[in-house]
């Protein structure tokens, strides 16, 4: 099992411009989950999904969109990139019920100038 | 709004030291409490958890220690090493998709 994959692992993005993360699990898990890290604030919750076409939204949303088409995958798509979107964003997954065991992925270190 | 308190932001210990790292919450519908543990440049991977009607939970060399009253807990990791130096993050859990809120993180380093 490869687990949770994330592409790309770094990128520079300019104010304004598009841009879609991808996450895939191979684990066969319910839920797949967003996350951000910044320092000194741990981890934010950015989107979530239950199955396959359930998404909801966590604590920090605004300025992303995701979509769950299939039970593996869950892109993260930021719409218009600013530079208070620069982070190290995480995708995780989990079991149904068992979501505070999450599985998550290398990471995108992403830069916006 | 959900909020997990961890202290301290850093802690440095000699090998076979005992670090312990504290947290707090706020919400009492918060369901499972897990330890998560981060290398650099990894992402993090769960270590322990607890629920809240158990007040210690131990695996190997880690406790959780819960203190419901107080809504408090905390991770000790007993015999620590260089290897367990990383960065570790206290969590919280809520509701039947139980996702996470986390704390702002500890970063131990545990000196040889």
């Known amino acids: 099992n490869a687990g949770v994959t994330q592409t790309p692992k770094f990128q520079v993005l300019k104010t304004g411009q598009s841009m879609t993360l991808q996450c895939a699990q191979d684990?066969?898990?319910?839920?797949m989950s967003w996350y951000r890290q910044d320092p000194g604030m741990g981890l934010r919750l950015i989107h979530y999904?239950?199955?396959?076409?359930?998404?909801d939204q966590g604590e920090v949303p605004n300025g992303y969109n995701v979509s769950r088409s299939t039970t593996e995958d869950f892109p993260l798509r930021l719409l218009s990139a600013a530079p208070s979107q620069t982070s190290v964003y995480f995708c995780?997954?989990?079991?149904?019920?068992?979501?505070?065991?999450?599985?998550f992925g290398p990471g995108t270190r992403l830069t916006v100038t | 709004q959900q909020q997990v308190k961890q202290s301290p932001q850093s802690l440095i210990v000699q090998k076979g030291g005992i670090p312990i790292i504290n947290c707090a919450y706020e919400?009492?519908?918060?369901?499972?409490f897990p330890w998560y543990q981060q290398f650099p440049g990894k992402g993090p991977a769960l270590l322990i958890a607890?629920?809240?009607?158990?007040s210690e939970k131990k695996e190997g060399r880690f406790t959780i220690s819960f203190n419901k009253s107080a809504k408090q807990f905390s991770l000790h990791i007993m015999d620590s090493q260089p290897g367990d130096s990383a960065t570790y993050f206290c969590?919280?859990?809520?509701?039947?998709?139980?996702?996470?809120?986390f704390g702002s993180g500890t970063q131990l380093t545990v000196l040889p």
């Open positions: 995780a997954s989990s079991r149904g019920g068992k979501g505070y065991e999450q599985y």
């Open positions: 684990m066969n898990h319910e839920y």
């Open positions: 999904s239950v199955g396959a076409g359930i998404t």
């Open positions: 919400n009492t519908a918060f369901d499972y």
């Open positions: 607890i629920r809240p009607d158990v």
């Open positions: 969590a919280a859990s809520l509701g039947s998709a139980r996702q996470l809120t």
